[in-house]
C-alpha cells in the first residue's frame, strides 16, 4: 500500500511539473510601464520577453535589440511599438489595435503568420521592411509608406490594396515565398516592384507603378484583363513577364520606360503625356494591339510582334512611332493593319512589316532610312485595296 500512495505521489508531481513547463512555454509577458524592450522590468514576467512567448504591449516601448522569436504579438490601443535598428520577430499572430513604427533603415518586422491591424497604425518613418509570410494578412489599418519596403514572403497570399493617397501607398512591394500573391484592388507603388520568387497576380485590377519593375524568378500574371499603368515622370524600367491580360499603359507627364527582358502581354497603351517607351534589344510580343495616342514609341533594336489580325492591330493617333532600329510587325502572315489618323512616323533604321494594310488619313511619315514592307502576307482579297498606302 505504501508503495502505491509512493507511486501516486510520484505521479502527480511529475505532472504537476510538466504542466509548469508547458505553461510557461506558451505563457503571456505584458509590459508593466514604458521603456526598452531590453529592459527586463518593465515586463510582467520580470524577463525580457523569450522565444515562444505571448507578448502583450500594454505601454509605449522602443525595440533596441533583435528579439527572441515570441509567438503571439499584440499592442493595444492607443500604445506605440516603435522598432529600431533591430529585428523583432513574431512567429504567432500579430495583432495591432495601436501603432507598429518602423522608424529605422535597418527595422525588419517578420511577422511569420496572421497579421491584422484593422484598428490600428502601421507607420514607416525610414526605409525598413515589414515581412509578411502568413496565409491571412487582414488589413494595415493606416498605413504611411515613408521610403518603407512590404514584402509579402509566404505561399498563396492576398495583396493588400493601397492607393487611398500618396502617403498611404506601398513605397517598395517584393513578391517573395511560394505560390501565387493575389492583389486585392486597385494599388499604387511609389518605390519599386521587384518579383524575387513566385507569381503576382494582378486579378484584374491596375497596378500604378510610379518606379521600376524588377524580376529574379517568377512571374506577373492575371486571370482577367489588367493593367500596369506608369503615370509620372523619370526614367523607368520594367522587366520581363508573360500574361496575355496584362496591358502595359503610359499615362500624364513626361519621362521614359525602358524593356530590360523579354515581355509578352496584350498590349502596349501610350495614353496621355510625353513619355518615350522604349525597345532596345528585347523581343515584346503583343496579344492584340499597340496605340499610340501620346508621347513616343520607339525602337532602337530587338524585335516586337503584334499578332493580332485586325485594322487597329497598331494605331497612331498623335505621338510618335520612331523605328530607329530592330524588327517591328504588325499582324501575323495574312492580315494586320497599322492605322493612323494623327501624329508623326519616323523611320529611320530597322525593318517594319505590315501584314496588310498601312492606313493613313492624317499625320506625317518620315522615312531616311531603313525598310517599310507593306502586305507582305502570301495570298489575296485581304482589306480594302482603296484604303490601303
Known amino acids: 500500500m505504501s508503495f502505491c500512495k509512493n507511486l501516486i505521489k510520484i505521479i ?26 531590453n529592459t527586463s522590468s518593465i515586463w510582467s514576467s520580470g524577463n525580457v520577453p523569450s522565444a515562444g512567448e505571448d507578448v502583450v504591449i500594454a505601454h509605449d516601448v522602443t525595440i533596441d535589440v533583435n528579439t527572441n522569436n515570441i509567438n503571439n504579438l499584440t499592442i493595444n490601443t492607443s500604445i506605440t511599438l516603435t522598432v529600431g535598428a533591430y529585428t523583432l520577430t513574431v512567429a504567432g499572430n500579430s495583432d495591432i489595435n495601436g501603432t507598429l513604427a518602423i522608424n529605422n533603415s535597418s527595422s525588419i518586422v517578420d511577422c511569420n503568420s496572421d497579421f491584422d491591424a484593422t484598428s490600428g497604425n502601421i507607420t514607416f518613418s525610414a526605409a525598413g521592411f515589414l515581412k509578411l509570410s502568413g496565409s491571412t494578412i487582414t488589413s494595415f489599418g493606416t498605413f504611411t509608406r515613408s521610403s518603407g519596403t512590404v514584402e509579402y ?66 512571374n506577373l500574371i492575371s486571370g482577367s484583363s489588367a493593367n500596369i499603368t506608369i503615370d509620372n515622370s523619370g526614367s523607368h524600367n520594367i522587366c520581363a513577364f508573360s500574361d496575355n491580360d496584362v496591358t502595359i499603359k503610359t499615362t500624364s507627364t513626361g519621362g521614359s520606360v525602358t ?30 494591339d499597340l496605340v499610340i495616342t501620346a508621347g513616343t514609341f520607339q525602337m532602337t533594336s530587338g524585335i516586337l510582334n503584334i499578332n493580332s489580325n485586325s485594322g487597329t492591330s497598331a494605331v497612331v493617333e498623335g505621338g510618335t512611332l520612331d523605328l530607329d532600329g530592330g524588327t517591328l510587325t504588325v499582324g501575323n502572315s495574312t492580315e494586320g493593319d ?49 484604303a490601303k498606302f
Not at 505553461?23 to 508593466?32: E, G, K, R, V
Not at 505560390?179 to 497596378?207: E, M, P, Q, R, V
Not at 530590360?260 to 525597345?279: A, P, R, V
Open 153 to 218: 514572403d509566404g505561399a498563396n497570399q492576398t495583396v493588400l490594396a493601397l492607393s487611398s493617397s500618396s502617403s498611404s501607398s506601398y513605397n517598395n512591394l517584393i513578391i517573395n515565398g511560394t505560390g501565387t500573391k493575389t492583389l486585392a484592388g486597385t494599388s499604387k507603388i511609389y518605390g519599386d516592384l521587384t518579383l524575387t520568387a513566385s507569381d503576382f497576380d494582378l486579378n484584374g485590377k491596375t497596378l500604378y507603378l510610379k518606379e521600376n519593375m524588377t524580376r529574379s524568378s517568377g
Open 12 to 37: 502527480f508531481l511529475l505532472s504537476f511539473y510538466f504542466t509548469s513547463i508547458n505553461f510557461d512555454l506558451y505563457a503571456s509577458n505584458s509590459t508593466l510601464s514604458s521603456g526598452n524592450w
Open 338 to 386: 497599322l492605322t493612323m489618323t494623327s501624329g508623326t512616323m519616323d523611320v529611320s533604321n530597322g525593318i517594319l512589316n505590315i501584314a496588310d494594310e498601312l492606313d493613313v488619313s492624317n499625320g506625317t511619315i518620315t522615312q531616311s532610312g531603313g525598310t517599310i514592307n507593306i502586305k507582305s502576307y502570301v495570298g489575296s482579297n485581304n482589306g480594302s485595296s482603296s
Open 259 to 288: 524593356t530590360t527582358g523579354d515581355i509578352s502581354c496584350k498590349s502596349i497603351d501610350l495614353t496621355s503625356g510625353t513619355k518615350t517607351f522604349l525597345i532596345d534589344g528585347e523581343t515584346v510580343n503583343l496579344e492584340e
